[in-house]
């Protein structure tokens, strides 16, 4: 039986929303927004609907692409602002990277500056930022990923190892959500095979090694196929291709399975918005405690 993203995402609301209310303070988020790409406007919406259902100001900005830089440098200095989250792709080059390290780390919710990569890389759990406690915050879709594996009885809850003897393949190595979720989830004990368009390679214990697998050897082998490629031209995971015990997630704008391969894996999900959003609700929260709670 699945559990549904949405209930996944409800669970950690209702958490979170008993957590800001005994803060005694606003927090605020600033959205922005270049550009008119369609999920990016979507995903503004579940931004806002989520802040409003937390009892979290948000707003967003709409800016021009060349002047998205200076909204942000407007944002990190600006006291009242807490968290800040950029509508990306915006550029949908190196520019897109450039503009995540803009981002002051300490506000940055969706974990995509380099401070917080870097930690992830390392596998360094907590801030320890010139004296500064509290835990590392990490990139919120490959959070939100593992939390609804996590939720769905296919990934450990506890302990220092949940996804131990588990064989993962990844399609998807961006660093926003495909590389990261690799080193999570091989730091957390699983095998994982990625592929993106540059061929494969494998993740284990934290560390990425080149390898031969093919794709039909990836998929026979794994126990979760995690497929994020936005694009309509992708080959679509086969029911031949996978196990029947094997659960599938799509996080890709587009599908990527098949409806028989859907129907024949163990457990299929199909998105995962809503819990995406409640992480970096929540990472909102966990910066606010780090950085600018008394």
């Known amino acids: 039986m699945l559990v549904s993203p949405s209930i996944v995402a409800a669970r950690y609301r209702a958490e979170i929303k008993q957590e800001i209310r005994s803060l005694g303070t606003q927090l ?19 931004t806002k609907n989520a802040c409003e259902d937390l009892g979290i100001s948000y707003e967003l900005r709409t800016v021009a692409r060349l002047g998205l830089e200076q909204a942000i440098i407007a944002a990190n200095e600006d006291p009242n602002v807490h968290g800040i989250m950029v509508y990306y792709p915006i550029f949908g ?30 596998n ?9 406690g509290g835990k ?9 990923i593992i939390k609804i594996l996590e939720a769905n ?19 998807n190595r961006s660093e926003v959500v495909g590389r990261p979720l690799a080193l999570m989830m091989s730091n957390d004990g699983a095998r994982v095979f990625s592929f993106d368009e540059h061929g494969p390679l494998l993740y284990e214990n934290g560390q990425a090694t080149e390898t031969a697998v093919t794709r039909k050897e990836a ?3 794994s126990d979760m196929v995690l497929t994020g490629v936005p694009s309509k031209t992708f080959p679509k995971i086969e029911a031949d291709e996978i196990s029947s015990h094997c659960i599938g997630l799509n996080f890709a704008t587009v599908k ?39």
């Open 28 to 46: 605020k988020v600033v959205g922005l927004l270049a550009g008119d790409y369609g999920p990016s406007l979507t995903y503004a919406t579940y």
């Open 93 to 122: 080059n190196e520019q897109d990277r450039y503009l995540k390290d803009v981002v002051d780390h300490r506000k940055d919710i969706e974990g995509l500056n380099s401070f917080w990569i870097r930690k992830l890389y390392q």
């Open 153 to 171: 009885g296919a990934y450990g809850a506890s302990g220092t190892r949940p996804a131990e003897h588990k064989t993962v393949t990844i399609f």
């Open 124 to 132: 360094e759990r907590l801030v320890n930022d010139a004296g500064e």
């Open 136 to 144: 590392a915050v990490v990139p919120c879709t490959s959070l939100a």
């Open 219 to 221: 998929l026979a082998a």
């Open 256 to 294: 990527n399975f098949t409806p028989e391969a859907e129907e024949k894996a163990e457990l299929f999900i199909p998105r995962v918005g809503p819990v995406t959003v409640a992480m970096c609700m929540r990472n909102t929260l966990r910066l606010y405690r780090t950085y600018f709670g008394a």
